[in-house]
C-alpha cells in the first residue's frame, strides 16, 4: 500500500498520527496482523504512557518490530522539558525529523470554586515551524519561518501533553493553537489535527475545548466558521487602529482591522461562538488613552472576551511591557463597554515558555548590529505609527531565520 506524505513533507518518514484511520488499517493488514491490531496500536499511542513501539505491550514484540520498521511512533526525534512555576508550567521543546524545532507549553491550573470551574489541564501547540506574520513584539516572529506542520506533528503535541498528565494522574481539558506559527496559514494541516484529536478513538476531546488563534487571516476566519463551527475564535487582535497594527501585526495590511473584526463577528453570529480578542499590552505603544477608547469604540456591543496580556520584553525591541496600573485602568474601561476582560497573567517566563518566547532561546541570538538596527528602525516606525501614518512594508526581522546579517 502506497501512502503519500502530507504536503511539504515527502522527504519525511510518515508517523503514525498522520495516518488515517483507513490508512492505518491498511497498514496493519499489509503487514499481516489482524484488524483489531488497529485499536491496541491507538489505545497505546493514546492511552497510554508508551513512548515507542516497544511499550505498546498489549502489540507482541514480532508486530512491534514489523511497526518500527514501518510508521514512526513519534514525530519527534527529541524531546526537551524544561519545568516553571513550581511544575505548573512545562516547556516542551521537540526536535521534528529533519532538524527543525517547534515549542508547546502545557499549563496546568486549580479548580476555581467561583467560577464552579474544576482542575484544568491545557496545552498550547504549534503550527508551523517559526512564523511568517513576524509580530516585532514577538521571538517566534523575529526566527521567520521554516515549514508547515503536518497534522500528525502537531497531535503528537497533545499526546506528548497527555503522556505527562497521565503520569501525574491528570487529564488534558484544553487544546489551544497559541504557539508557533500562524495556524490558519497552514489550516489543512490544521482542520486534519482537529479531526484526529477529536476522533474518539484518537484524542476524544471536545471541539468546544479547543481554540484556533489566528492574527487575522480572514478566509481562513470564515473557512472556520463553516467547516468547523463548535471550534472557539481568538483573534491577535493587538491595537484597535490601523497604522498602530500595520506595525504590530504585519498582515494587517492585507486585510486590515475592520476586514478581521467583521470576520469574527461573522463567525460569532454563525457559530454562537464568543469571540476571544488577544492583546498584548506594550507600555506607551498601544496602552494610550486613544488606543483604549478606540478598543473600547470597535468592540462595543460583541459580547467579545478581552485577554489583556503584559509583553515579554524580548532583544530585538525597544518595548517593555505596560504597567499593571495602567492595564487594569484598560480592563475596567472594556469592561464599562460591556465587555469580558481578563488581565491574563504570563506563564512559564522562566522557562522562555511564555507567549512571543517560544525557540528564541534555541535559535541563537542575532548579532548586535542587527539587533541595534532594528530597535532604532522599531522606533522609528513606532512614531510614525503613533501619529497615525501608515507604512507600506514591515520591518524584516533580525533574528538568525530572518532578514539582517
Known amino acids: 500500500?502506497?501512502?503519500?506524505?502530507?504536503?511539504g513533507a515527502s522527504q519525511r518518514p510518515l508517523s503514525l498520527s498522520d495516518l488515517s484511520a483507513n490508512q492505518l488499517a491498511a497498514r496493519v493488514s499489509d503487514l499481516g496482523a489482524e484488524s483489531y491490531r488497529v485499536t491496541q496500536i491507538l489505545d497505546g499511542a493514546w492511552r497510554s504512557v508508551a513512548t515507542s513501539w516497544s511499550g505498546?505491550?498489549?502489540?507482541?514484540k514480532p508486530l512491534q518490530e514489523r511497526l518500527a520498521n514501518e510508521i514512526r511512533f513519534s514525530a519527534f526525534d527529541e524531546i526537551e522539558r524544561q519545568e516553571a512555576e513550581d511544575g505548573a508550567t512545562t516547556k516542551l521543546l521537540l526536535t521534528l525529523s529533519d532538524g527543525a524545532k517547534v515549542e508547546a507549553v502545557l499549563m496546568r491550573s486549580p479548580a476555581d470554586p467561583r467560577r464552579g470551574s474544576g482542575p484544568r489541564a491545557t496545552v498550547c501547540v504549534s503550527s508551523q515551524a517559526g512564523c511568517a506574520v513576524g509580530?516585532?513584539?514577538?521571538?517566534t516572529g523575529e526566527l521567520g519561518f521554516t515549514r508547515n506542520l503536518s497534522a500528525g506533528e502537531i497531535q503528537d503535541q497533545v499526546r506528548v501533553a497527555r503522556?505527562?498528565?497521565?503520569?501525574e494522574d491528570r487529564e488534558l481539558t484544553n487544546v489551544v493553537y497559541m504557539g508557533m506559527g500562524e495556524p490558519l496559514q497552514n489550516i489543512d494541516a490544521v482542520f486534519a489535527s482537529i479531526d484526529g484529536l477529536t476522533d474518539p478513538a484518537r484524542g476524544g476531546i471536545g471541539q468546544r475545548r479547543i481554540t484556533v488563534s489566528t492574527s487575522g487571516v480572514v478566509p481562513g476566519i470564515e473557512r472556520l466558521a463553516k467547516q468547523r463551527p463548535q471550534i472557539t475564535l481568538a483573534v491577535s487582535l493587538h491595537a484597535a487602529r490601523n497604522p498602530l497594527r500595520d506595525l504590530l501585526v504585519p498582515l494587517n495590511r492585507k486585510w486590515p482591522v475592520e476586514a478581521v473584526i467583521s470576520a469574527a463577528d461573522s463567525h460569532s453570529r454563525a457559530t454562537g461562538r464568543r469571540t476571544t480578542y488577544e492583546v498584548t499590552m506594550i507600555d506607551g505603544i498601544n496602552d494610550r488613552a486613544e488606543d483604549s477608547a478606540a478598543l473600547a469604540s470597535l468592540l462595543r456591543g460583541s459580547g467579545a472576551h478581552v485577554n489583556l496580556i503584559p509583553m515579554n520584553a524580548v532583544a530585538h525591541t525597544p518595548w517593555q511591557e505596560s504597567k499593571?496600573?495602567?492595564?487594569?485602568?484598560i480592563a475596567n474601561q472594556l469592561r464599562a463597554a460591556g465587555l469580558t476582560v481578563t488581565v491574563r497573567r504570563n506563564r512559564g517566563r522562566e522557562a522562555g515558555a511564555a507567549c512571543g518566547q517560544l525557540a528564541a532561546e534555541k535559535a541563537g541570538a542575532p548579532t548586535p548590529i542587527a539587533v541595534a538596527r532594528r530597535r532604532e528602525l522599531l522606533v522609528a516606525a513606532s512614531a510614525a505609527a503613533l501619529q497615525g501614518q501608515r507604512t507600506a512594508q514591515p520591518i524584516a526581522p533580525s533574528g538568525p531565520l530572518g532578514g539582517e546579517a
Open 56 to 60: 505498546v505491550t498489549t502489540l507482541g
Open 324 to 329: 499593571p496600573e495602567r492595564i487594569e485602568q
Open 135 to 139: 509580530c516585532p513584539f514577538c521571538a
Open 1 to 7: 500500500m502506497n501512502v503519500t506524505a502530507p504536503t
Open 163 to 167: 503522556q505527562i498528565l497521565r503520569t
